[in-house]
């Protein structure tokens, strides 16, 4: 596990956070999950909208 911080959506304050990369199989249930994005080569939270059977659109 790596350490990050992630910015807070509604106040923009740093949050300090691990992240773990984990094998998961692509199905309805991660619909409306929370995840994290990495965009620039900083961590983002992200909320998961839909899905395919391949990948997942945040």
Do not use: R
């Given at each position: ?10 106040n923009?304050?740093?949050?300090s956070c691990q992240i ?5 199989s692509?199905d309805e ?10 965009y ?8 998961i ?10």
């Amino acid at each position: 596990m790596d350490d990050y911080s992630i910015v807070d959506p509604q106040n923009g304050a740093d949050i300090s956070c691990q992240i773990l990369n984990v094998p998961v199989s692509i199905d309805e249930s991660l619909v409306d999950s929370y995840c994290l994005v990495e965009y620039d080569g900083k961590p983002y939270p992200g909320k998961i909208t839909a899905e395919d059977d391949i990948s997942v659109k945040v």
